[in-house]
C-alpha cells in the first residue's frame, strides 16, 4: 500500500491556463529576456519544479504563453478574416489591436512584437520560429483583404501587406510609449495613400 502511493504520480494543484495567464501577462509587460525563473515561479505561484514539469523550461512557458496569446488575439484577427471591407478592414483591425493592448492610458505591446525586439542569435530556434509564423500568418490575413480590390495587381499587394505588417510591427511598440490620439494619427497615416 505504501509503494502505490510513493509510485503515484502528483496531483497538480493548479490550473494550467490561469498560472499561463499569469506568465503571458508576466512576459508581455517585462519581456522574455527580461524575465527571469524566479519571477515566473512567484509570478505563475508554483516552484520550480512544477514549472519543469510541465513546460520543460522557460522557453516551454513562452511558446504555451503564445498559445494562449494567439487565442486572445483571434477574437480580433478573426473580425479581420470576416471583414468585406478590404483596405478598411485592414485599417480597424489597427484600431481594434490598439484596443486590445490597452490596459491604462498607455497600452502594453504586442506579446510577439515586444519580444521580437529583444531576440538575439541566442535566442531559442523554436521560439524564433513562433514570432515568425505569426508574423508571416498576419501578413496572410492583410494579403487576403488587400486582394478583395480587383483592380489591384498581385506584385502590388505584396508591397503593401509587407509595409502594413511592418507598420503594424510599429504600432504594436508604439502602444507602449504613446497616448491613444497619437496612435490614431499614425493609422490614419499609414492609411493615407493606400
Known amino acids: 500500500m505504501y509503494r502505490d502511493k510513493v509510485n503515484m504520480p502528483r496531483k497538480?494543484?493548479?490550473i494550467e491556463e490561469e498560472v499561463i495567464e499569469k506568465a503571458m501577462n508576466l512576459f508581455w509587460l517585462n519581456g522574455f529576456e527580461n524575465t527571469s525563473m524566479q519571477m515566473l515561479e512567484k509570478e505563475m505561484g508554483i516552484n520550480k519544479f512544477s514549472i519543469y514539469s510541465s513546460f520543460v523550461n522557460k522557453n516551454g512557458v513562452f511558446l504555451e504563453c503564445v498559445r494562449i496569446y494567439n487565442k486572445k488575439l483571434d477574437l480580433v484577427i478573426d473580425k479581420l478574416k470576416n471583414s468585406t471591407n478590404g483596405i478598411l478592414g485592414i485599417k480597424q483591425y489597427f484600431y481594434d489591436f490598439i484596443d486590445f493592448t490597452n490596459i491604462s492610458?498607455?497600452?502594453k505591446g504586442c506579446l510577439v512584437t515586444n519580444t521580437s525586439n529583444e531576440?538575439?542569435?541566442e535566442t531559442d530556434e523554436r521560439v524564433k520560429?513562433?514570432?515568425s509564423n505569426f508574423m508571416e500568418d498576419l501578413k496572410k490575413?492583410?494579403?487576403k483583404s488587400l486582394s478583395q480590390d480587383l483592380n489591384k495587381e498581385i506584385a502590388i499587394i505584396q508591397e503593401q501587406a509587407d509595409f502594413l505588417i511592418i507598420s503594424m510591427f510599429g504600432l504594436s511598440s508604439a502602444t507602449r510609449m504613446f497616448k491613444k490620439d497619437q496612435l490614431n494619427n499614425y493609422v490614419e497615416n499609414v492609411f493615407k495613400n493606400l
Open 119 to 121: 531576440i538575439g542569435n
Open 12 to 14: 497538480k494543484e493548479y
Open 129 to 131: 520560429e513562433v514570432l
Open 141 to 143: 490575413v492583410f494579403i
Open 105 to 107: 492610458e498607455l497600452g
